[in-house]
């Protein structure tokens, strides 16, 4: 079992940046891949990105890079999601996900944070 606090969302202008943060505890977080995804009111989950075991493989949504960094701590067991240049059409609830796949779909992920809430305004 995994369990995963993510942190760090808030309120920001467009053009902006935050960082969210995932914590994980219960199990050892090296061996997951980790990934960051969103939900706006109305939508489907989204993928936004991952990173794989040890930080050797990353891969994002087309919409968001260039603009956001995933990275990992494997000491901390912490995942980061930077965010720069944010759109108000990044508004969403952002959850961090843990699985044994490298993978963008989110049936795929065996745990889930409880989401932070990222608002920018225009």
């Known amino acids: 079992q995994v369990q995963l606090v993510e942190s760090g969302g808030g309120l920001v202008q467009a053009g902006g940046s935050l960082t969210l943060s995932c914590v994980a505890s219960?199990?050892?977080?090296?061996?997951?891949?980790m990934g960051w995804f969103r939900q706006a009111p109305g939508k489907e989950r989204e993928f936004v990105a991952v990173?794989?075991?040890?930080?050797?493989?990353?891969y994002y949504h087309p919409s968001v890079e260039g603009r956001f960094t995933i990275s990992r701590d494997d000491d901390k067991n912490t995942a980061y999601l930077q965010m720069n240049g944010l759109k108000p059409e990044d508004t969403a609830v952002y959850f961090c996900?843990?699985?044994?796949?490298?993978?963008?779909?989110?049936?795929?992920?065996?745990?889930w944070g409880q989401g932070t809430q990222v608002t920018v305004s225009s």
């Open positions: 990173v794989g075991w040890g930080g050797g493989s990353i």
């Open positions: 996900a843990g699985s044994r796949a490298l993978s963008p779909v989110p049936s795929h992920y065996d745990y």
């Open positions: 219960g199990s050892t977080f090296s061996n997951y891949a």
